[in-house]
């Protein structure tokens, strides 16, 4: 596979019934993802095998856990370890965008 480059704003999708993915990439060992939310929608905790970064764009929000609920604004960086919850709701006015890159 080539190395990928892109400006993520041409990628940015919002989706009226549900919380969008957005596919970026993908290589043995990881997937980047594009995740784009309207006020109001969520994804809900899950767990995955695999490690977690996300990195928040634009929007603001709250990453969920099973411990608690932080507040996320663009420039936030998340690292979710294999096998720890997580999930997301858009608690803004505006869209809310984060790169979600997945390993294992």
């Known amino acids: 596979m080539d190395t990928l480059c892109f400006d ?3 990628k940015v999708a919002f989706s009226q019934e549900k919380a969008n993915k957005v596919a970026l990439g993908q290589t ?4 980047t993802t594009l995740w784009c939310l309207l006020p109001g929608q969520q994804i ?4 995955h095998a695999g490690d977690h970064i996300w990195v928040v764009l634009e929007g603001e929000g709250n ?6 609920a932080l507040p996320i604004t663009p420039g936030k960086v998340l690292v ?4 720890k919850s997580h999930g997301v709701e ?3 006015s505006q869209g809310l965008v984060f790169v979600s890159v997945s390993a294992g």
Not at 63 to 68: A, F, R, V
């Open 90 to 92: 858009n608690s803004g």
């Open 44 to 47: 809900k905790p899950h767990v």
């Open 28 to 31: 043995e060992l990881s997937r």
């Open 63 to 68: 990453y969920l856990s099973d411990d608690d």
């Open 8 to 10: 993520y704003q041409d």
């Open 80 to 83: 979710v370890p294999a096998g």
